[in-house]
């Protein structure tokens, strides 16, 4: 969980703010995963902070959720052309890929559970970036 807040921190993914009057502030969690190797052994526990953004009103704090995506068949097609032509491929996984998208719309969301901030206990997170759970997220 502290690997993950620091991550948040450190991409700016939000700043502390007062709770703005008729602002919708969503409510998040923490999920848990366990994270396993080849051989189906545990390698480490991961912890993944979630808005829950069922909560949130279309044309306020979200406006277009739409993510364009690659259909397996394209993906297929380029596999097999890059095995004809010997072409390499590579694989890659990007740590903590929603914080790195910019959100356009005011989403503010509760202080995560157990990291409130105590010097100031009742302000709010305004989101800069994207997290998981907020429906804009894939598209971001």
Excluded at 23 to 40: P, Q, R
Excluded at 87 to 99: A, C, E, G, M, R
Aim: hydrophobic share 35%.
């Amino acid at each position: 969980m502290t690997d993950e807040i620091e991550a948040l921190h450190k991409q700016g993914t939000w700043s502390l703010v007062q709770q703005p009057s008729q602002a919708c502030i969503l409510g998040c969690k923490w999920t848990y995963h366990l994270k396993t190797d080849s051989n189906g052994n545990v390698s480490r526990h991961k912890a993944l902070l979630v808005a829950k953004g069922f909560d949130q009103i279309p044309g306020i704090n979200y406006q277009e959720t739409f993510s364009p995506v690659a259909k397996f068949p394209t993906v297929r097609i380029l596999l097999t052309l890059a095995t004809q032509r010997r072409w390499p491929v590579f694989q890659l996984d990007v740590s903590n890929v929603f914080l790195h998208g910019d959100l356009e719309e005011e989403v503010y969301m509760k202080q995560p559970p157990g990291f409130i901030n105590h010097a100031h206990p009742t302000k709010v997170c305004r989101l800069h970036k994207a997290i998981y759970g907020l429906k804009q997220s894939p598209r971001q």
